[in-house]
């Protein structure tokens, strides 16, 4: 297991369907490198990824994430990836309708009779689907007895219904059980309020679909070195019809302010630092004015590195690659993520809280790759097309 001398190793997932096989991707690759989270932060599909992450030994952790995977997957593996994007684009979407019709066996299950037909303020009545199917998904791939008193700290988000308030089960004070991650995926309208100890809870993505906040928050945390992984992504390209409108609202609303969170988080952490060496400076009789111990109050000695990691590849689903579960998209999202870790690690592996001098650091190592120009026809580059050209750019920026 590689450290790096921090004394935290902290793994941020968001929420995001059928996207978050990107983020099993992105663990697979930090396993091959030695890293181990210390603590893993889940929301949404994040949460279900880290509950199998957290609730298996680490030489488990990838089978069993690999098996949820493909009970995940609708269909046999596929020469997909080679298909002209039209006739892909339409087969995920066939893929996707299958999941909204008929489910995604050990996941959800469509409510028949639908919604509108049950009683006001049955549970039946308040979702499209029926997720109790994920239990015992989870109660087969994840040791929950290992959640709640093994090495890694597991924290999982979700949003209190009634209150509007943000929460989040964390080991450090809950027994964690299969229902507090099925509550951290219950997506409003299509999954049901999960009830815990007389509360109802909702998607922690409803409020915010990254966890960093939760994490800025924890004190005293001297030295971490925090992996978020992303499903959306904030920047993007125009629209062109409607589908498009709302592949981008999605990914701008579940981007969920990330970027700026992060650049918050690093701003506030080098005004920290700049506090506490102004205090270190100040003479006896100063340090003791009240002022003085406010600031000191307020300051910390963290040095913390955010590696912040985005699955830029093109999407062939569209506005449904939240739910399209087809086994092709799977695993290309799976690939990518192990990809981004191998050809990024040599930017930030090596990085010691030394270097840091208090504060914070980010790495930006996917933010950082060009974007592919359009083809001269005006469509959009075959996701092959668009890899050359990224790995092209990536061997040039590193001559």
Not at 178 to 194: K, M, W, Y
């Amino acid at each position: 297991m590689v450290r790096g001398g921090f004394d935290h190793e902290i793994l941020l997932l968001q929420g995001g369907g059928a996207l978050g096989a990107y983020q099993a991707g992105v663990y697979e690759g930090l396993a091959e490198a030695g890293i181990a989270p210390t603590w893993v932060v889940g929301i949404s599909i994040g949460a279900i990824n880290a509950a199998l992450i957290a609730g298996n030994p680490p030489g488990r952790r990838i089978e069993r994430l690999r098996e949820f995977w493909r009970r995940m997957s609708v269909d046999p593996a596929s020469p997909l990836a080679a298909w002209p994007d039209s006739l892909r684009r339409a087969s995920n979407y066939m893929a996707a309708m299958s999941a909204a019709a008929f489910g995604v066996p050990g996941f959800y299950t469509p409510r028949i009779p639908p919604p509108w037909f049950a009683p006001d303020g049955a549970e039946a009545a308040l979702s499209m689907y029926d997720t109790t199917p994920l239990l015992s998904t989870l109660d087969e791939l994840v040791d929950f007895d290992l959640i709640n008193h093994g090495p890694v700290r597991l924290s999982l988000g979700a949003v209190n219904v009634c209150e509007g308030s943000s929460i989040y089960f964390d080991t450090d004070k809950t027994v964690i059980s299969a229902e507090h991650v099925r509550a951290s995926g219950a997506l409003p309208p299509g999954f049901p309020p999960v009830t815990i100890d007389g509360e109802h809870y909702w998607d922690g993505g409803v409020v915010t679909n990254t966890p960093l906040t939760y994490v800025a928050d924890q004190r005293p945390m001297t030295t971490a070195r925090i992996v978020q992984v992303d499903n959306f992504m904030a920047r993007g390209e125009l629209p062109r019809n409607l589908g498009e409108v709302t592949e981008r609202r999605k990914d701008i609303q579940y981007a969920s302010r990330s970027r700026f969170n992060i650049q918050r988080l690093e701003e506030i952490g080098g005004l920290k630092a700049a506090m506490r060496r102004l205090l270190d400076k100040l003479p006896a009789e100063l340090k003791s004015d009240p002022d003085a111990q406010k600031l000191a109050g307020v300051c910390d000695e963290r040095s913390w590195m955010i590696v912040r990691l985005i699955n830029r590849r093109p999407s062939h689903s569209g506005a449904v690659k939240d739910f399209e579960f087809s086994r092709t998209t799977i695993e290309e999202a799976w690939a990518a993520g192990v990809e981004d870790v191998r050809r990024s690690l040599a930017g930030w592996r090596d990085v010691r809280p030394k270097e840091i001098d208090r504060g914070i650091v980010v790495y930006r190592p996917t933010e950082d790759l060009a974007a592919p120009p359009p083809r001269s026809d005006g469509a959009r580059p075959s996701m092959l097309h668009r890899e050359k050209l990224q790995a092209a750019r990536a061997k040039d920026k590193s001559r």
